[in-house]
């Protein structure tokens, strides 16, 4: 069965500072989804690459797939305070969503 | 806001006894899933409906159960609760069941079995 592992597990950055979280997959990559949850809340959709070498860009949040490497990158640049939560990518190998672990970002003022 | 709410917010129950979860999806979104995250972890898929049948299943026991209804409400029902159900509940829905729609997922039930 297919796994996703994230790192890093967590991540403290102080505010303005660029950070990237890395979403590696144990087998090939047809599609990724990105998304972010507040503690202990539901999942907010950020985006969705569905082709090998796609980036994609939302505000200040860049997310691209490497179908190669089996993996995908989220990047932020200038991070906020808004920009805290867990970072969660998502694969659909067969109409079931897997997931990471997370990843938690921390914002320093 | 997704459109998509949960009830209750939270939950305490005890060990053996049985739980329902409730999910209104957005208008229109024929698929729901059900999924389980524990502290910690990323969301672990349960079960997921489309119009109203079983599309799919997680490795769940049968005591994890569902139902899909025509007013795109949804229902998850857990019974013989054991300490280890104690998670946050989240329920998502999509327009298909389509692996490239986007699912929109409810704020949560989390559900404390003491």
């Known amino acids: 069965s297919q796994e996703l592992e994230q790192s890093p597990q967590s991540l403290i950055v102080q505010e303005g500072k660029n950070l990237t979280i890395n979403c590696t997959s144990s087998?090939?990559?047809?599609?990724l989804y990105w998304y972010k949850q507040k503690y202990g809340e539901g999942l907010i959709f950020l985006m969705m690459?569905?082709?090998g070498g796609e980036e994609k860009s939302h505000e200040k949040i860049t997310a691209k797939l490497d179908e190669k490497k089996q993996q995908s990158s989220l990047h932020i640049t200038a991070s906020q305070p808004s920009h805290a939560g867990i970072y969660l990518c998502g694969a659909d190998p067969n109409y079931q969503l897997i997931w990471g672990a997370g990843t938690k970002l921390i914002i320093k003022p | 806001e997704t459109g998509v709410t949960q009830s209750p917010t939270h939950l305490i129950k005890t060990r053996g006894q049985q739980v329902t979860l409730r999910c209104s999806s957005q208008?229109?979104?024929?698929?729901v899933s059900w999924y389980q995250q524990a502290l910690g972890q990323g969301p672990q898929f349960i079960f997921q409906?489309?119009?109203?049948?079983?599309?799919g299943r997680g490795n769940f026991p049968p005591r994890f159960s569902g139902l899909q209804f025509p007013n795109y409400s949804s229902e998850l029902n857990v019974n013989a609760l054991e300490l280890d159900d104690s998670a946050l509940y989240l329920c998502?829905?999509?327009?298909?069941?389509?692996?490239?729609?986007?699912?929109?997922f409810g704020p949560g039930t989390r559900l404390t079995v003491l």
């Open positions: 409906y489309y119009r109203e049948e079983e599309n």
């Open positions: 208008s229109g979104h024929n698929t």
């Open positions: 998502a829905s999509s327009l298909t069941r389509e692996w490239s729609d986007t699912q929109y």
């Open positions: 087998k090939t990559l047809y599609g």
């Open positions: 690459l569905q082709k």
